[in-house]
Protein backbone atom coordinates (compact mmCIF):
# COMPACT_ATOMS: atom_id res chain seq x y z
CA UNK A 1 0.00 0.00 0.00
CA UNK A 2 1.51 3.74 -1.01
CA UNK A 3 1.25 5.80 1.89
CA UNK A 4 -0.15 9.72 0.44
CA UNK A 5 1.97 12.24 1.80
CA UNK A 6 -0.45 15.43 1.93
CA UNK A 7 0.93 18.73 0.47
CA UNK A 8 0.54 21.75 2.43
CA UNK A 9 -2.14 23.96 0.08
CA UNK A 10 0.28 27.13 0.61
CA UNK A 11 3.56 24.94 -0.80
CA UNK A 12 6.01 24.84 2.08
CA UNK A 13 7.48 22.45 4.10
CA UNK A 14 5.08 22.05 7.03
CA UNK A 15 6.83 20.23 10.49
CA UNK A 16 3.99 18.94 12.25
CA UNK A 17 1.30 16.77 11.82
CA UNK A 18 2.38 16.59 8.44
CA UNK A 19 5.14 16.66 6.00
CA UNK A 20 6.03 16.73 2.43
CA UNK A 21 9.14 14.99 2.65
CA UNK A 22 9.67 13.31 -0.60
CA UNK A 23 8.81 13.33 -4.00
CA UNK A 24 5.35 12.22 -4.54
CA UNK A 25 5.33 8.09 -4.41
CA UNK A 26 8.43 7.79 -2.94
CA UNK A 27 8.75 6.14 0.38
CA UNK A 28 12.48 5.74 1.68
CA UNK A 29 11.95 2.55 3.50
CA UNK A 30 9.03 0.46 2.68
CA UNK A 31 9.57 -3.06 4.44
CA UNK A 32 9.76 -6.14 2.52
CA UNK A 33 8.76 -10.08 2.11
CA UNK A 34 6.27 -11.35 5.40
CA UNK A 35 6.76 -7.85 7.18
CA UNK A 36 5.34 -5.80 4.32
CA UNK A 37 2.09 -7.87 4.17
CA UNK A 38 1.89 -7.06 8.17
CA UNK A 39 3.02 -3.59 7.36
CA UNK A 40 0.33 -3.44 4.34
CA UNK A 41 -2.49 -4.70 6.91
CA UNK A 42 -2.12 -2.20 9.53
CA UNK A 43 -1.99 0.67 7.08
CA UNK A 44 -5.17 -0.46 5.03
CA UNK A 45 -6.59 -0.20 8.57
CA UNK A 46 -5.01 3.04 10.03
CA UNK A 47 -7.32 5.92 10.78
CA UNK A 48 -5.04 8.03 9.24
CA UNK A 49 -1.98 7.62 6.68
CA UNK A 50 -0.77 10.68 6.43
CA UNK A 51 0.15 11.05 10.17
CA UNK A 52 4.07 10.00 11.27
CA UNK A 53 3.23 8.72 14.29
CA UNK A 54 0.50 6.16 12.88
CA UNK A 55 3.08 5.43 9.87
CA UNK A 56 6.08 4.94 12.73
CA UNK A 57 3.96 2.69 15.37
CA UNK A 58 2.88 0.67 12.11
CA UNK A 59 6.69 -0.19 11.12
CA UNK A 60 7.18 -1.16 14.89
CA UNK A 61 4.23 -3.70 14.81
CA UNK A 62 4.91 -5.08 11.49
CA UNK A 63 8.53 -5.26 12.62
CA UNK A 64 7.63 -6.94 15.47
CA UNK A 65 4.89 -8.90 14.33
CA UNK A 66 7.29 -10.24 11.95
CA UNK A 67 10.36 -11.26 14.11
CA UNK A 68 8.26 -12.63 16.81
CA UNK A 69 4.89 -13.41 15.52
CA UNK A 70 1.73 -12.90 16.64
CA UNK A 71 1.19 -14.70 19.41
CA UNK A 72 3.17 -12.52 21.46
CA UNK A 73 2.80 -8.95 22.71
CA UNK A 74 4.74 -6.41 19.68
CA UNK A 75 6.12 -3.84 22.09
CA UNK A 76 8.11 -4.60 25.14
CA UNK A 77 6.59 -3.36 28.61
CA UNK A 78 3.25 -2.48 26.50
CA UNK A 79 0.34 -5.05 27.98
CA UNK A 80 -2.35 -6.15 26.82
CA UNK A 81 -4.85 -3.62 27.26
CA UNK A 82 -2.83 -0.89 26.10
CA UNK A 83 -1.65 -3.08 23.13
CA UNK A 84 -5.52 -3.40 21.91
CA UNK A 85 -6.64 0.13 22.58
CA UNK A 86 -3.69 1.58 20.44
CA UNK A 87 -4.60 -0.39 17.44
CA UNK A 88 -8.55 0.02 18.34
CA UNK A 89 -7.47 3.98 18.32
CA UNK A 90 -5.56 3.89 15.25
CA UNK A 91 -5.69 0.91 12.97
CA UNK A 92 -9.35 -0.64 13.62
CA UNK A 93 -9.80 -4.23 12.75
CA UNK A 94 -6.11 -4.51 12.44
CA UNK A 95 -6.39 -7.24 14.75
CA UNK A 96 -9.05 -9.00 13.14
CA UNK A 97 -6.94 -9.02 9.95
CA UNK A 98 -3.79 -10.21 11.51
CA UNK A 99 -6.00 -12.96 14.04
CA UNK A 100 -4.54 -11.49 17.46
CA UNK A 101 -5.94 -13.79 20.00
CA UNK A 102 -5.93 -10.99 23.02
CA UNK A 103 -6.90 -13.60 25.38
CA UNK A 104 -3.69 -15.31 24.83
CA UNK A 105 -1.97 -11.84 24.64
CA UNK A 106 -3.20 -11.07 27.62
CA UNK A 107 -0.46 -13.21 28.99
CA UNK A 108 1.96 -13.56 26.74
CA UNK A 109 4.65 -10.72 27.50
CA UNK A 110 7.85 -10.58 25.57
CA UNK A 111 11.21 -10.78 26.98
CA UNK A 112 13.48 -8.32 25.92
CA UNK A 113 17.30 -8.24 26.72
CA UNK A 114 17.66 -4.71 26.29
CA UNK A 115 14.62 -3.88 28.25
CA UNK A 116 16.36 -1.44 30.57
CA UNK A 117 17.16 0.35 27.28
CA UNK A 118 13.73 0.47 26.30
CA UNK A 119 12.71 2.08 30.09
CA UNK A 120 14.93 4.95 29.83
CA UNK A 121 14.24 6.05 26.16
CA UNK A 122 10.47 5.49 27.16
CA UNK A 123 10.86 7.65 30.56
CA UNK A 124 13.13 10.36 28.21
CA UNK A 125 10.51 11.19 26.20
CA UNK A 126 7.52 10.90 28.38
CA UNK A 127 9.52 13.31 30.39
CA UNK A 128 9.99 15.72 27.53
CA UNK A 129 6.10 15.41 25.93
CA UNK A 130 3.91 17.63 24.62
CA UNK A 131 0.55 17.24 26.50
CA UNK A 132 -1.32 19.18 24.03
CA UNK A 133 0.08 16.34 21.01
CA UNK A 134 -2.40 13.65 22.17
CA UNK A 135 -3.75 11.93 24.60
CA UNK A 136 -1.09 10.82 27.80
CA UNK A 137 -1.67 6.93 26.56
CA UNK A 138 -1.10 8.48 22.86
CA UNK A 139 2.26 9.40 23.77
CA UNK A 140 3.14 6.45 25.87
CA UNK A 141 2.39 4.12 23.02
CA UNK A 142 4.49 6.13 20.99
CA UNK A 143 7.34 6.64 23.24
CA UNK A 144 7.29 2.93 23.70
CA UNK A 145 7.47 2.40 19.58
CA UNK A 146 10.36 4.62 19.21
CA UNK A 147 12.09 3.18 22.42
CA UNK A 148 12.00 -0.13 20.28
CA UNK A 149 13.11 0.87 17.22
CA UNK A 150 15.74 2.60 18.65
CA UNK A 151 17.40 -0.95 19.38
CA UNK A 152 17.57 -1.47 15.73
CA UNK A 153 20.45 -1.46 13.20
CA UNK A 154 19.41 1.33 10.68
CA UNK A 155 18.74 4.52 11.10
CA UNK A 156 15.76 5.51 14.00
CA UNK A 157 13.39 6.76 10.59
CA UNK A 158 14.44 3.84 8.57
CA UNK A 159 13.30 1.12 11.43
CA UNK A 160 10.22 2.78 11.56
CA UNK A 161 9.35 2.36 8.09
CA UNK A 162 9.57 5.80 7.73
CA UNK A 163 9.29 7.22 4.44
CA UNK A 164 12.03 9.48 5.40
CA UNK A 165 13.97 11.01 8.26
CA UNK A 166 11.92 14.60 8.16
CA UNK A 167 8.61 12.62 8.72
CA UNK A 168 10.79 11.64 12.11
CA UNK A 169 11.41 15.14 12.89
CA UNK A 170 8.06 16.23 12.15
CA UNK A 171 6.92 13.16 14.49
CA UNK A 172 9.38 14.46 17.31
CA UNK A 173 8.60 18.17 16.68
CA UNK A 174 4.80 17.39 17.29
CA UNK A 175 5.21 15.22 20.05
CA UNK A 176 8.44 15.81 21.99
CA UNK A 177 9.13 19.44 21.52
CA UNK A 178 11.69 20.02 24.18
CA UNK A 179 13.98 17.39 22.91
CA UNK A 180 13.32 18.13 19.07
CA UNK A 181 14.27 21.87 20.42
CA UNK A 182 17.64 20.28 22.47
CA UNK A 183 18.80 19.30 18.69
CA UNK A 184 19.87 22.17 17.37
CA UNK A 185 22.60 21.07 15.65
CA UNK A 186 20.93 18.16 13.32
CA UNK A 187 22.30 15.31 15.61
CA UNK A 188 21.03 11.69 14.03
CA UNK A 189 18.30 11.11 15.69
CA UNK A 190 19.21 7.69 17.48
CA UNK A 191 22.53 9.02 18.62
CA UNK A 192 21.05 11.85 20.04
CA UNK A 193 18.51 10.08 22.08
CA UNK A 194 21.19 8.06 23.28
CA UNK A 195 23.75 11.21 23.60
CA UNK A 196 20.46 12.47 26.23
CA UNK A 197 20.79 9.65 27.99
CA UNK A 198 24.56 9.98 28.79
CA UNK A 199 24.36 13.54 29.41
CA UNK A 200 21.39 12.75 31.83
CA UNK A 201 23.73 9.66 33.75
CA UNK A 202 26.40 12.28 33.78
CA UNK A 203 28.44 9.51 31.69
CA UNK A 204 30.65 10.14 28.52
CA UNK A 205 31.40 7.96 26.48
CA UNK A 206 33.17 10.28 23.51
CA UNK A 207 36.56 10.87 23.28
CA UNK A 208 37.10 13.92 21.85
CA UNK A 209 36.50 17.25 24.18
CA UNK A 210 33.70 18.66 21.37
CA UNK A 211 31.84 17.33 18.52
CA UNK A 212 33.31 19.98 16.42
CA UNK A 213 36.63 18.38 16.24
CA UNK A 214 35.48 14.25 16.93
CA UNK A 215 36.80 11.98 14.16
CA UNK A 216 33.76 10.56 14.38
CA UNK A 217 31.64 13.28 13.15
CA UNK A 218 29.93 11.86 10.13
CA UNK A 219 28.65 9.46 12.07
CA UNK A 220 26.39 11.66 14.49
CA UNK A 221 25.87 14.27 11.94
CA UNK A 222 24.87 14.58 7.90
CA UNK A 223 22.78 12.25 5.17
CA UNK A 224 20.91 9.21 6.61
CA UNK A 225 20.93 7.31 3.36
CA UNK A 226 21.83 3.70 4.96
CA UNK A 227 19.59 0.83 3.27
CA UNK A 228 16.90 -0.05 5.79
CA UNK A 229 16.18 -3.82 6.73
Same mark, same amino acid.
Given at each position: ??????????????????????????????????? /?????????????????????????????????????? =? %???????????????????? +???? *?????????? *?????????????????? *??????????????????? %????????????????? =???? *? %???????????????????? &?? &? /?? %?? /???? +???????????????????????????????
Amino acid at each position: MRVQIKRPVSGRTVLGRYVQATPAGVHGALPSGSR /KARWNALMACATDTEAPEVQAVAGVLATAFDTHGTHLL =P %LAGLGAAATRHLIARWFPGA +DAVL *ELDWQSLAHA *ERAEPRYDEIEDLVALLT *ECAQPLAGMREETLWLAHA %LSQASLGDNHLWQDLHL =PSRR *E %LSALMNRWFPVLAARNDRDM &KW &K /KF %LY /KQLC +DKAELSICRAPSCGVCSDYANCYGPEDAVAA
